[in-house]
């Protein structure tokens, strides 16, 4: 198997010799070059994306199974789904070894565990899609995640930075990531990280619009629970209603700060009829928008 993760990039050696400013530069260059290989995966992220949407639609669980930096980037993906696009915390699990770092130490070892693994997911259903996410394609947490997946019927989406790598067999929807080799060797935190972080941005991003959850660019399926967010709130629900703010507040106060029936309201439904047809969209804005036209 390519281990180009492990490999040693050609300008490695250098980084300790030049000046700080140059050896900055070169850091840069190495996470522009990692992140360029996300264009080639996009078809293979937009797939995967169908695949949670779907799960999502009917109530089964996106599971995030990773260790180490890969798991801070799955964790980062899981824990902003519910505040951007109000995805049920019930509907979403994260997996990692050693379980949430909760201080500044993340012990290496853990990766290599798979006690408890079993228990963890053995809900798994049909209905439910698990995010394995592991730099080298090889992480013994991982995969033995993905070979538990696959026995239950689970659908798998399967990043790895590595091609061939053994996290890919058996995966439903594999997402290669072939981010050269790290300017400071093996330091996957760097380069396939941030690859790795693209990634599960766009696949969640995706999986946003497949539910209806983004209208024209903005994030309608919000729940305010802030000043900042109702202030975007107020604007959307403005902009796509074409209210004035006064109007667009009311209505985000009638449904007790929620975006997309208050967009209905404010088009002239009263919102229980508002939460009605949303219900008969399954959500979607934009049809509910159109029935009203």
Do not use: W
Not at 137 to 156: E, F, L, M, N
Not at 234 to 248: C, P, S
């Amino acid at each position: 198997m390519d281990t180009q993760t492990e490999a040693l990039h050609s300008q490695a050696k250098e980084i300790t010799d030049l000046p700080i400013a140059q050896a900055a530069l070169l850091l840069a260059e190495g996470q522009i070059a990692a992140a360029s290989v996300v264009r080639d995966a996009a078809p293979s992220i937009a797939k995967a994306a169908v695949a949670l949407a779907q799960a999502i639609r009917v109530g089964g669980t996106i599971h995030y199974v990773a260790a180490g930096s890969s798991g801070l980037m799955a964790a980062a993906d899981a824990q902003e789904l519910g505040g951007t696009f109000s995805i049920p915390a019930s509907q979403l699990r994260i997996h990692m070894a050693g379980g949430l770092p909760t201080g500044v130490e993340m012990p290496g070892d853990t990766e290599d565990e798979t006690a408890g693994l079993a228990e963890a997911l053995s809900g798994l259903s049909k209905d439910d899609c698990v995010i394995a996410v592991s730099a080298s394609g090889s992480t013994p947490y991982t995969v033995a995640a993905c070979d538990i997946a696959k026995a239950k019927g689970a659908v798998i989406v399967a990043i790895a930075n590595n091609p061939g790598a053994r996290l890919f067999d058996g995966a439903d929807h594999p997402i290669v990531l072939p981010t050269p080799p790290e300017v400071l060797s093996g330091s996957t935190r760097m380069g396939a990280g941030t690859a790795q972080k693209i990634a599960l941005n766009m696949m969640s991003t995706l999986m946003a619009v497949e539910l209806g959850h983004i209208h024209e660019g903005m994030m309608v399926n919000l729940r305010v629970d802030n000043l900042k967010l109702r202030a975007r709130a107020v604007g959307m629900i403005a902009r796509i209603a074409d209210v004035d703010t006064a109007a667009a507040d009311a209505a985000l106060e009638s449904t007790n700060g929620a975006v997309k029936p208050a967009i209905l309201v404010a088009a002239g439904q009263e919102p229980a009829a508002a939460e009605i047809l949303l219900r008969e969209t399954e959500g979607n804005l934009r049809v509910a928008l159109a029935r009203l036209a």
